[in-house]
């Protein structure tokens, strides 16, 4: 008995849920996925889920896991705020609100976690899966087997992050950990260990997606598409992945040096012993800040789409938006000091990093005049995707103001870690990210099922997030003014908070109903589908090479890989009315499906679970299990399948013909 | 109905206490000059872009074929020169004043007022409460620090757990609180009152109830608070203060007399080299260390 249990680590009955709220989301989270499988089982569809998706290795269905994991995890993440909403709301004075503190200290963890890591990242790779390549004029990425090793890496660690809701605890020490908080003398359970874990497994993944996508863009563009003619999308896709090659070691490493100290019992990052935990501080943040470029630049490339799309006019500046999106990418390197200038840094070091975080509003700036002078003298759609544009402009320059303040050292030293910067980062994070990508998704989704999103129900998600988000937000603006500092589970009734929390609830309610509204969508217009079903390949009259393929697209992208001479290459074939319609097809080759991504990750995730517990035994099996997994792949021969010319010609013209049917 | 909630707006900002707007301290005072100061800089772009949004929506909707249509026109070296230079030069002036008020500002300087002598506080942030030792005057209190009116403070702070951020809003800006390390911050009250702190950073299960009273007295108050302080029966030694240092939550105030003397110095070289605590380095060899004036 003993032996058995000395196996399992420190892992026993104990790390079952003990309080309430916890014990819920654990249980609806198994009851999900028990539903999940008797739904698999009922209709008979577990082949067709591993032969059609979890051993896929194409980009486009890779893309739509990624979207469907990350909007899934949107949901846990809101279900968080909305904790946090309600406990701020009504823990004053004497009431101690719905959550205890250790509870509250988890979900804002988790919350952060899981925005930045699992929703923004996640809707991000996404994209970048479904768009690049068609952009490009490519059939596919440069390692599609290393494309789908990164996403079951990231789905790794997004499971192991809710795993911990069922199976001990997650870290309570914000969503960056900070030392010593987060070292064993002050942390002793298991959740910084899930948090360091499942962000190492989730992060390998997100470098190999970055080294990807940066081979992709650069050898497997089209013929005549030079990099002065790529889609903006592709040049904010191309900057991000040099960013995430040089950020995301650094969070590799900083993660191994804090797993290293609470697992070995080094003093890279503890308080004494030779430890220094501002060294973490800085390591983290060497990432940190780059990090948020790197998820809002390909937004920046969503707007730039959707701005020339909906304004029927070239986007206005490219050489200026091309030269914004690189002057961001390197300035985002050069400010991380600016998230702890309280740290007594000194006047001259503070200075230069406020000097140069403010100077990133400048290419920030040039891309709001070009986007608006696309706009100008354009024929404007206001369809969804440019409501949210709207919504962006307006919401991200005022949340530059408040950028450009705290740029200032003294004016940080009265806002920093009060409410006022949570309303900061959370502006610019969800009217610059998730509306982009949300954006994206309405615009792109026709291309991927072959029918368009229901327009009113995306109108109102939209109008519902905004709204949501003026009211949510900014009396957080005020609180932080008022002195209240980020992440209080209780505070006193004399503090004169309590009315401006209610009214952020209701904000977070009112985002809540946009959700709703965006769920509503999706259901109603794939119930419809059949009506809505009119496979146009081009439902926005699109500029860009994605739009030349039919909707579906084919699983080869293009049966002729495209020609470009210009930028807007699509727009330029329309208008010269270049036939579409090939004769002379040919074998297309294409990489099977494998396994190997979905093993590697399986083993990755229980070493990860093995290293959390302490159950050595499980971390020699998944790292093993991790090694013979890559080394197995490597040696397999015959990693492609062709596709007869015939059998292409019988897909385009069965294509084609249903586009002019309906 | 928008002018109406705008009123409400207004109104509200005016009436509720937000003690960043209406500070009662030198520093606070020109921290929230320094936020009008860059709020209006950024006006002078934030203006015309909200300006020209609407109206260039409005005016090229797709409904309204009156609007000029130019769907080839797309780029100007004139416009395209016009909006990197004006932010650029915004920037400038910015940077500027960054510069100016970083050095200014600098939590580290000392502030000086003619003819009064400033007062030491040392502050050592715990799970889950603040001490605050007076080593002038022998006194020490937890959670309520005192001082007295345009007098200004010298606080020199460390921690004896994790990081804290110490803040009073009313008074100025903030600064981290790091075990093994000693930073400075220099404020001044100019207003009579008391005024709310705690700690901006997360330490722990009993973060929340960090708070502590910030109290600007006059100069007999606060000498009469001394002595109260003074004849507390409780003395902080050293078995008072190692039980002082265990976690607890939501502390009351309190007060000791004689703390240790370099009980402050103590707390910080414990965690520097741990074989060194008891024994007193003077404090100019501090300055020397790695990571001792708050890197």
């Not at chain 1, 730039?304 to 985002?332: C, N, Q």
């Not at chain 2, 804290?164 to 009313?170: I, K, L």
């Not at chain 2, 400075?184 to 207003?191: F, I, K």
Request: net charge positive.
């Amino acid at each position: 008995m003993n032996s058995f249990a000395s196996l399992l680590g420190k892992l026993d009955i104990h790390a079952l849920p003990h309080d309430k709220i916890t014990q819920g989301g654990a249980a609806s989270l198994v009851l999900g996925m028990v539903a999940v499988v008797v739904l698999l089982t009922y209709f008979k569809r577990w082949k067709w889920l591993y032969r059609e998706w979890l051993t896929t290795v194409d980009p486009k269905k890779i893309g739509i896991m990624y979207i469907v994991v990350a909007l899934l995890m949107l949901l846990r993440g809101g279900a968080d705020a909305l904790m946090m909403r309600a406990q701020q709301a009504t823990s004053v004075g004497a009431a101690h609100g719905v959550l205890s503190s250790d509870t509250f200290q988890q979900v804002f963890s988790a919350h952060g976690t899981i925005m930045i890591f699992f929703v923004g990242m996640g809707l991000m790779f996404g994209l970048f899966n479904l768009i690049v390549p068609l952009q490009i004029g490519s059939r596919d990425v440069a390692f599609p087997v290393l494309n789908a090793t990164s996403f079951w890496l990231y789905a790794a660690g997004m499971a192991l992050v809710n795993l911990s809701l069922v199976v001990g605890e997650f870290s309570a020490a914000g969503w960056l950990a900070y030392p010593p908080l987060s070292e064993l003398k002050y942390s002793p359970g298991v959740g910084v260990d899930y948090w360091i874990w499942s962000l190492q497994i989730a992060g390998i993944g997100s470098l190999m997606s970055g080294i990807n996508f940066f081979v992709t863009i650069v050898k497997m563009r089209c013929k005549g598409m030079d990099l002065m003619k790529m889609p903006l999308f592709c040049w904010s896709v191309l900057t991000t992945s040099v960013m995430i090659m040089f950020a995301f070691p650094i969070l590799t490493v900083t993660l191994t040096l804090l797993a290293l100290d609470r697992t070995l019992g080094m003093h890279f990052f503890t308080a004494g012993a030779g430890g220094n935990a501002m060294m973490y501080v800085n390591l983290i943040w060497a990432w940190g800040h780059p990090e948020v470029y790197i998820l809002v630049l390909p937004a920046f490339g969503v707007y730039s789409e959707i701005v020339a799309t909906f304004s029927r006019k070239s986007l206005f500046g490219y050489k200026s938006m091309v030269g914004a999106l690189a002057a961001i990418a390197i300035l985002s390197f050069t400010v991380w000091l600016h998230h702890f200038f309280t740290m007594g840094a000194g006047a001259d070091v503070n200075a230069f990093f406020g000097i140069m975080t403010m100077l990133i509003a400048v290419p920030t700036g040039v891309k709001i005049f070009n986007w608006l002078f696309t706009m100008y003298q354009g024929r404007i759609h206001f369809a969804s995707p440019m409501i949210w544009f709207m919504g962006f402009v307006f919401l991200f320059t005022l949340g530059g103001v408040a950028g450009v303040m705290m740029a200032v050292p003294p004016i940080d030293f009265q806002v920093h870690n009060s409410l006022f910067l949570v309303a900061h980062f959370h502006t610019m994070i969800i009217s610059g990210v998730i509306f982009g990508y949300l954006a994206g998704i309405t615009y792109w989704f026709p291309k991927f099922f072959g029918f368009k999103l229901n327009e009113r129900l995306g109108k109102y998600a939209a109008w519902c997030w905004i709204v949501g988000f003026i009211l949510a937000f900014g009396p957080l603006y005020i609180l932080g003014l008022m002195g209240a500092t980020r992440r209080l589970d209780h505070y006193s009734a004399a503090m004169g908070w309590q009315q401006l929390f209610i009214v952020a609830g209701i904000g977070v309610l009112i985002i809540g109903l946009g959700v709703f509204f965006q769920l509503l969508q999706f259901g109603v217009s794939i119930w419809q589908r059949k009506a809505r079903l009119d496979y146009a390949p081009d439902p926005w009259r699109g500029r860009t090479l994605e739009w030349a393929t039919p909707s579906p697209v084919p699983v080869y992208n293009f049966a002729k890989l495209p020609e470009v001479s210009g930028r807007d290459a699509f727009w330029a074939m329309k208008q010269t009315k270049q036939a579409a319609a090939d004769k002379d097809f040919m074998d297309i080759r294409l990489p099977k499906n494998t396994p190997a991504g979905l093993l590697v990750a399986g083993f990755a995730f229980a070493a990860g679970f093995g290293i959390i517990w302490h159950i050595w035994a499980l971390l020699v099996i998944g790292g093993l299990g991790v090694l013979s997994s890559i080394i197995i792949r490597s040696t397999a021969e015959r990693t492609e399948y062709t596709i007869p010319a015939k059998q292409v010609e019988r897909i385009e013209t069965e294509a084609r013909a249903r586009e002019s049917y309906a | 109905m928008a002018a109406a909630l705008l009123a409400t707006i207004i109104h509200y900002l005016f009436t509720a206490n937000i003690p960043v707007l209406q500070p009662a301290g030198v520093i606070g005072q020109k921290e929230k000059h320094l936020m009008i100061l860059a709020i209006l800089l950024c006006l002078i772009v934030v203006l015309p872009v909200f300006t020209m949004t609407i109206f260039i929506a409005w005016k090229y909707r797709e409904s309204n074929h009156k609007a000029k249509y130019n769907p080839e026109w797309d780029h100007s070296r004139l416009f395209e020169t016009v909006w990197w230079a004006i932010p650029f030069i915004i920037i400038g002036i910015l940077s500027v004043v960054a510069w100016r008020s970083s050095h200014d500002l600098d939590p580290f300087k000392a502030l000086a007022a003619p003819g009064v002598k400033p007062l030491n506080i040392q502050v050592v942030s715990l799970d889950w409460k603040w001490l605050f030792i007076y080593p002038d005057q022998h006194v020490a209190s937890v959670n309520r620090v005192e001082f007295p009116v345009n007098t200004p403070i010298n606080f020199e702070l460390t921690s004896d757990s994790v990081m804290n951020s110490f803040w009073v809003p009313a008074l100025g800006g903030q600064i981290y609180t790091m075990p093994g390390m000693s930073t400075q911050l220099h404020l001044m009250s100019d207003r009579l009152g008391s005024y709310n702190g705690s700690s901006a950073n997360i330490s722990g299960n009993g973060f929340a109830g960090m708070t502590f009273t910030a109290v600007s007295a006059t100069g007999e108050n606060f000498g009469r608070w001394i002595k109260t302080a003074k004849n507390s029966s409780k003395s902080l030694d050293t078995v008072a203060y190692q039980a002082l240092a265990e976690p607890s939550h939501d502390n009351q105030v309190s007060y000791y007399s004689s703390p240790q003397p370099g009980l402050f110095e103590n707390v910080v070289m414990k965690y520097m080299m741990p074989e060194m605590s008891g024994s007193l380095p003077p404090s100019h060899m501090m300055d020397g260390m790695p990571g001792m004036a708050g890197m």
